[in-house]
């Protein structure tokens, strides 16, 4: 592959997203497609919308373990709470030089 790891942060869907889009007299709508396995070894899509944000978290099952997974998610939730409790403080800082966010282990 390419890349194995991805980051995406998006804008938060629109409440309207089922509204048609018209293109030169083509009227498109957005279909949400579920694919069943994952494209690259780990893939966080964060969503941010005016009353917050809302992550997902998909990951190659070959690679990591549910509990992983979940630790990942508290140590980020963790991260942003930090970040956004001292904005200057240095990202090394705010992640604890390498060490669990949090009091994760």
């Known amino acids: 592959p390419l890349y194995r790891v991805m980051f995406s942060l998006l804008p938060a869907p629109e409440a309207g997203l089922g509204d048609l889009l018209a293109l030169g007299g083509l009227r498109c709508r957005p279909v949400e497609v579920e694919v069943p396995i ?24 070959d690679l990591f373990d549910d509990a992983t997974a979940r630790r990942w998610g508290r140590e980020y939730a963790a991260l942003l709470a930090a970040a956004l409790a001292d904005p200057g403080m240095p990202l090394d800082v705010l992640a604890g030089n390498g060490a669990p966010v949090g009091g994760a282990t």
């Open 38 to 61: 994952s494209q690259v070894d780990l893939t966080l899509e964060v969503f941010e919308g005016g009353a917050g944000s809302v992550g997902k978290l998909e990951y190659n099952t």
